[in-house]
Nanobody, 122 residues
């Protein structure tokens, strides 16, 4: 089993920046990748970015390129997501996830954190 715990969410003003963190623990050797998703009210859980745990290869959803930055520290066993130039449409619950290789679809990710709320005020 792998445990994921997000932190860093909150209420921020539009135009600001925020960094979310996720602590990874458990059978980390079983992880190939970690990633971030978000889910707004009434919408599906949406992929944002992923990074391979060992090699550090990064993949972003095209729509978020430029404002979102994913990183990982496999010594401290954490992954982070920095969000710049926040917009009201970034308001959502943000989830950290981990899995073996697969697609960006939420169903292909095995382990999930509990989520952290990000609310952007305009």
């Amino acid at each position: 089993q792998v445990q994921l715990v997000e932190s860093g969410g909150g209420l921020v003003e539009a135009g600001g920046s925020l960094t979310l963190s996720c602590a990874v623990s458990g059978r980390i050797s079983s992880i190939f990748r970690v990633g971030w998703f978000r889910q707004a009210p009434g919408q599906e859980r949406d992929f944002i970015a992923a990074i391979s745990w060992v090699g550090g290869s990064i993949y972003y959803k095209d729509r978020v390129k430029g404002r979102f930055t994913i990183s990982r520290d496999n010594v401290k066993n954490t992954t982070s997501l920095q969000i710049d130039s926040l917009k009201s449409e970034d308001t959502a619950v943000y989830y950290c996830a981990a899995s073996r290789p697969g697609t960006t679809a939420a169903k292909d990710w095995t382990y999930w954190g509990q989520g952290t709320q990000v609310t952007v005020s305009s």
